[in-house]
C-alpha cells in the first residue's frame, strides 16, 4: 500500500515542482508584436523610444546604449561587460566533441574542445547620458597558435536588463 | 544469501538513498534554462510535436517526422510530449521526465542488485552517475537509457534463475513480455544502449542458466537462443531501422575509432566533471576511492552461487568497459561521442564489483558515499543555479512577445560556460522553436536520425554548419530567415555585409537579437568581391 502511494505521491509531487521551475509556454502575441511607431523600436518585447540623451525620454526612462549603436530609453539601472579571465583552460570534451570544439577541426575530430575562461558579468550603475557604450579592456582566454593563452581585447558594456 | 541488517539500520540506508535520489534531482529544479547543450533541441522537438497539428507554429509545414520503422530515436521525445500535453510546455514536460529519469538511476541499481542477492546498500553509488558528462552534453536519450538497462538486467537475472528453479511457466512468460518490451524500449532511446544490453543479458542468461562445469556452459550456450526469445522483437525492429530506416541514408563518411590511450585518459571527465568547479573531480575520485576500499576489505564469497554471481557481475562491468573501448567514436556524418559517453556505464557498473562487509568495515565506506551522493547532488544544484543567473539572465526577455511560426538563426560565437564543461549555448535558439514554433537553426532535424526533419523545401541553405556561426554569409543565409540571435562580441552585421538588412531587436549580456529589417533595401554586392563572413580577420573586412 505505502508504496502504491509513493508511486502516486512522487510523481505529482515532481509535477509541481516542474510548473514551478519550468516556465508554461507564453500566449500568443495578440498583435504584431514588433510593430513600433514612428521614432520606436522593439526592443525585449516592448517598442521603446530610440534617443541620442535623457533628454529625449519620458518620465523615469533612460537613454541607454544597448549595443550596435543603438541607443533606446529604457527603465533599466545597470550596465554590464564581461569581465576579465583570470584562468585559462585548454578543456577536453571527447574523441568527437564537435560542434563544441574551437574552431571546427576537420573530420575526423579530436578530443580537444576549446579554451575556457572563468570571467563573469561585471555591472555598474548606468551613469551618463546616454549611459552604458563605455569600452574596457580586458583579457580573454582565446585559441593561440601557441595553444590557450589570455588576449587583451576591448569590449563594450550595454544596458543591462 | 542476503545478509539482512537489523531494522533501524535498513530503515537509515533506506532513507540514506532516498535522500542522494532527492538531491541527484534537486538541481533540476533549480534554474529555467539547464545547462545541457543538446536539451533545447530536445525541447523543440518536443514542442514541435505537441504543436504538429497546429498551423500558428508551422509544425507540420516545416517538419516531416520519423516513425517507427525510420528512427530509432524517438521514444525520449514521445514520453516527453505526452507529459507536455499534461503539464502545459515542452520545458516542463522535460523537467519532470528527467526528474523520474534521475530518481530512477539508484533505484534501478537497487533492483540490480537484489536480483543478483547482493547489497542493496551499493545503490548509493548510483546516484552520482546521473550527473556525468553525457547529461550536461544533453544527450538526454541515452542518459535516460540507463536505468531502463539496469531494471530490464535484474529482470534478466530473475528469468535466468527462475529457469533452473520452479517457476510456474505463466510467471517465466509475462516476464518475458516485460524484458521484451523493455529490450523495445532501449532500442528506441539509443542503439548503443541496447547493444551493451543484448550483451550483457546474454551473458547473465548463459552464466546464470546453466550448471556449473564446462560440459554444462556448453549445454547453456546451446539454449540461450531459446532463453534469449524475447530479444526478437527488438531485433528484428532494429534490422528494420538499420536496413530500411533512415539509419542506411548516410553511409558518406564511414566509422571512426578514438585510439584507446586517449579514451583512457578521458574516462574520468566524462563519468564524472560536468562541471568547471574541481568540486565535483574531487567528489567523483573521492568516490573512486571509497570503491577501492570497499574491493580490498571485500567480503569472501560464501557458497558456489554467490561466487557465480560475482564472476557474472565482473563480466557486466567488463562488457560495459569493453564497449567504452571498443565503439566507434563516430558512424557516418552525424552520430558522435558514441564511445565516450559509455562511461556513464563504466561508472553504472562499477559498484557491481564491491562487496561490502558487515559491521563498520562495510558501513563507513558507505556512509561515504553516501555523503558524496548528496554532495555531488548539492553541488551541481549550486552550478546549475549560477549558470543561470550569471550566464543565462534575462534571456527570455529577448524572445518575449516574438511572433510564433518564424525562422530563427542562432550565431553562437560564444558558446562556452564559466561554470560547464560542455558548452551549453550552442542550441540555445532552439528556446524560441519550443516556445513559439517555426524552426531555430541549427537544428538536429537536418540529421537522418532526428525524429523531426525538415521538408526539403524547408532546409536551410547551409547544410549541416552543426552551429558554426564563421560560416554564415548574409547574402546567402539571410534572405532565409526572420530573425538572427548571437552570442558573444562579435556583431555580423556590423560591416554591413551584402544581403538583407537587419535591425536589433532585443539584447541581454552576451546575447543580441535582430530581425530582418524588410522596409530597408539590401546591401548590393560589389562586383568582384565577396562576402568574408563575420569571422574575418579585420584587414579582411577593411580591404572589403
Known amino acids: ?161 | 544469501v542476503i545478509r539482512v541488517a537489523p531494522l533501524p539500520s535498513r530503515l537509515a540506508w533506506r532513507w540514506a538513498l532516498r535522500v542522494a535520489a532527492l538531491c541527484t534531482v534537486l538541481p533540476l529544479f533549480c534554474a529555467r534554462h539547464l545547462p545541457m547543450a543538446d536539451l533545447p533541441e530536445h525541447l523543440a522537438v518536443i514542442a514541435t510535436l505537441r504543436h504538429y497539428g497546429d498551423p500558428a507554429w508551422r509544425s507540420q509545414e516545416y517538419f516531416s517526422l520519423g516513425g517507427l520503422l525510420d528512427t530509432q530515436y524517438w521514444l525520449y521525445h514521445v514520453v516527453g510530449t505526452g507529459l507536455a500535453y499534461l503539464l502545459g510546455s515542452a520545458e516542463r514536460g522535460n523537467v519532470l521526465l528527467l526528474a523520474l529519469v534521475g530518481l530512477a538511476y539508484p533505484y534501478s541499481l537497487r533492483a540490480l542488485l537484489r536480483a543478483m542477492h547482493m547489497d542493496e546498500r551499493l545503490a548509493l553509488f548510483g546516484a552520482p552517475v546521473f550527473w556525468s558528462r553525457a547529461l550536461t552534453v544533453g544527450l538526454l536519450n541515452f542518459v535516460a537509457s540507463e536505468p531502463v538497462l539496469l531494471f530490464a538486467l535484474a529482470l534478466v537475472v530473475r528469468q535466468a534463475e527462475a529457469a533452473r528453479g520452479a517457476e510456474p511457466r505463466a510467471r517465466t512468460a509475462a516476464r518475458g513480455a516485460g524484458l521484451a518490451l523493455l529490450a523495445l524500449a532501449l532500442f528506441y532511446l539509443h542503439v548503443s544502449s541496447y547493444l551493451l544490453f543484448a550483451g550483457q543479458a546474454a551473458l547473465a542468461t548463459w552464466m546464470l542458466g546453466a550448471g556449473s562445469g564446462a560440459r554444462e556452459l556448453l549445454r547453456g550456450l546451446a539454449r540461450l537462443p531459446a532463453r534469449l526469445a524475447w530479444l526478437a522483437p527488438s531485433a528484428i525492429a532494429a534490422l528494420v531501422v538499420v536496413v530500411h530506416g533512415r539509419l542506411a541514408a548516410d553511409s558518406t563518411h564511414g566509422v571512426t575509432f578514438t585510439p584507446c590511450a586517449v579514451l583512457l585518459g578521458l574516462l574520468p571527465h566524462w563519468a564524472f566533471d560536468a562541471f568547471r568547479t574541481r568540486v565535483d573531480n574531487v567528489l567523483g575520485w573521492a568516490a573512486v576511492a571509497v570503491g577501492v576500499v570497499l574491493i580490498v576489505l571485500g567480503a569472501p564469497a560464501h557458497d558456489s552461487r554467490e561466487r557465480r554471481r560475482r564472476r557474472l557481475a565482473v563480466l557486466l562491468f567488463a562488457a560495459a568497459l569493453l564497449s567504452y573501448f571498443s565503439l566507434p567514436a563516430t558512424v557516418g556524418g552525424y552520430a558522435g561521442l558514441l564511445d565516450v559517453r559509455m562511461a556513464l556505464f563504466v561508472a553504472a557498473f562499477l559498484p557491481l564489483l564491491l562487496r561490502p562487509r558487515a559491521g563498520l568495515a562495510g558501513s563507513v565506506p558507505l556512509a561515504a558515499a553516501a555523503a558524496i551522493a548528496v554532495g555531488i547532488g548539492l553541488d551541481a544544484a549550486w552550478q546549475v543555479h549560477a549558470f543561470e543567473e550569471a550566464e543565462v539572465g534575462h534571456f527570455d526577455d529577448l524572445l518575449r512577445r516574438m511572433p510564433r511560426g518564424g525562422r530563427l538563426l542562432t550565431l553562437t560565437f560564444d558558446p562556452k560556460s564559466a561554470y560547464v564543461e560542455s558548452r551549453p549555448f550552442t542550441y540555445f535558439g532552439a528556446y524560441y522553436r519550443a516556445r513559439y514554433g517555426g524552426m531555430s537553426s541549427f537544428s538536429f532535424s537536418e540529421l537522418h536520425h532526428w525524429p523531426t526533419r525538415y521538408r526539403p523545401e524547408w532546409s536551410p541553405p547551409q547544410a549541416l554548419t552543426w552551429g558554426n556561426p564563421c560560416l554564415f554569409r548574409n547574402a546567402r543565409d539571410g534572405e532565409f530567415f526572420d530573425f538572427v540571435l548571437t552570442r558573444g562580441d562579435v556583431d555580423p552585421f556590423a560591416a554591413n555585409p551584402p544581403g538583407p538588412r537587419w535591425t536589433l531587436i532585443g539584447a541581454s549580456r552576451a546575447w543580441r537579437l535582430y530581425a530582418r529589417d524588410r522596409s530597408a533595401p539590401e546591401t548590393p554586392l560589389v562586383d568582384g568581391e565577396s562576402d568574408p563572413g563575420p569571422c574575418a580577420p579585420p584587414a579582411a573586412v577593411a580591404s572589403q
Request: proline fraction near 9%; aromatic fraction near 6%; charged fraction near 15%.
Open chain 1, 1 to 161: 500500500m505505502r508504496k502504491k502511494i509513493l508511486i502516486l505521491v512522487v510523481p505529482i509531487t515532481l509535477s509541481m515542482f516542474a510548473c514551478l521551475s519550468a516556465p508554461n509556454e507564453p500566449a500568443a502575441p495578440t498583435s504584431a508584436a514588433l510593430n513600433c511607431g514612428a521614432g520606436e523600436q522593439p526592443f525585449n518585447g516592448a517598442c521603446r523610444e530610440t534617443c541620442t540623451s535623457n533628454a529625449d525620454c519620458s518620465g523615469n526612462l533612460v537613454c541607454m546604449d544597448v549595443g550596435s549603436g543603438v541607443d533606446l530609453c529604457l527603465d533599466y539601472q545597470h550596465c554590464a561587460h564581461l569581465d576579465n579571465d583570470s584562468v585559462c583552460d585548454a578543456v577536453y570534451g571527447g574523441s568527437t566533441s564537435y560542434p563544441y570544439e574551437e574552431p571546427p577541426p576537420p573530420y575526423p575530430y579530436y578530443p580537444f574542445a576549446g579554451c575556457v575562461g572563468d570571467a563573469h558579468w561585471l555591472t555598474a550603475a548606468a551613469t551618463g547620458s546616454p549611459s552604458c557604450g563605455q569600452q574596457h579592456t580586458v583579457n580573454r582566454c582565446r585559441h593561440t597558435p601557441s595553444g590557450c593563452a589570455l588576449v587583451q581585447e576591448t569590449t563594450l558594456d550595454i544596458a543591462d536588463p
